[in-house]
T-cell receptor, first 114, second 111 residues
Framework: EAQVTQNPRYLITVTGKKLTVTCSQN?????MSWYRQDPGLGLRQIYY???????DKGDVPEGYKVSRKEKRNFPLILESPSPNQTSLYFC?????????????FGPGTRLTVT | EDKVVQSPLSLVVHEGDTVTLNCSYE??????LLWYKQEKKAPTFLFML????IEKKSGRLSSILDKKELFSILNITATQTGDSAVYLC???????????FGQGTILTVHP
């Protein structure tokens, strides 16, 4: 089944404790992206990747890191999480990077930082 | 800075009503506008509108793009309770790969 998977789905952590949210897709998509969703703000793009070893900042990259060593994986790293990073996170992928059309979204990771 | 604004932010209707959701955008180099539906989970793709495809229709849902006035509308006719969701519009930004979303419209359809 074609899908985007994220792990963990739920995470409660404390300020400053490094964490990684994994994202994997099995559709051989070139383009992958991370978003955070907060009430009243819609989806905001954190980082995106046009292909392996190519990543770039979205609108809210501060406090996050990403890497794209393999085509299928695009982990999101929070080196020192803070409470303002409490949010719902989505990973997405698409075949075409030019228009970012028809992105397939993962199920989401709900992160709480205390 | 790319900008996408949706209105209304929330809408409550009864089954059978017709609704119109609005999305206005400001981007330096317009390429496309996308609509997504989000129920209690991840967004799912509805439509993509471009300069060469300014009208799309799928069942009770339809969307048009007005490139002159810089907005798009999503129409849902004969609404059903299953249409209750957050509807998001988005547009790729000036940089390839960037995607800017609006705040979303929360649609609630009562039986």
């Amino acid at each position: 089944e074609a899908q985007v998977t994220q792990n963990p789905r739920y995470l409660i952590t404390v300020t400053g404790k490094k964490l990684t949210v994994t994202c994997s897709q099995n559709m051989n998509h070139e383009y992958m992206s991370w978003y955070r969703q907060d009430p009243g703000l819609g989806l905001r793009q954190i980082y995106y990747s046009m292909n392996v070893e190519v990543t770039d900042k979205g609108d809210v990259p501060e406090g996050y890191k990403v890497s794209r060593k393999e085509k299928r994986n695009f982990p999101l790293i929070l080196e020192s999480p803070s409470p303002n990073q409490t949010s719902l996170y989505f990973c997405a992928s698409s075949f075409s990077s030019g228009t970012a059309a028809e992105q397939y979204f993962g199920p989401g990771t709900r992160l709480t930082v205390t | 800075e790319d900008k996408v604004v949706q209105s209304p932010l929330s809408l409550v209707v009864h089954e059978g009503d017709t609704v119109t959701l609005n999305c206005s955008y400001e981007v330096t180099n317009f390429r496309s506008l996308l609509w997504y539906k989000q129920e209690k989970k991840a967004p799912t793709f509805l439509f993509m509108l471009t300069s060469s495809g300014i009208e799309k229709k799928s069942g009770r849902l339809s969307s048009i793009l007005d490139k002159k006035e810089l907005f798009s509308i999503l129409n849902i006719t004969a609404t059903q309770t299953g249409d209750s969701a957050v509807y998001l519009c988005a547009t790729p930004g000036t940089s390839y790969g960037k995607l800017t979303f609006g705040q979303g419209t929360i649609l609630t359809v009562h039986p």
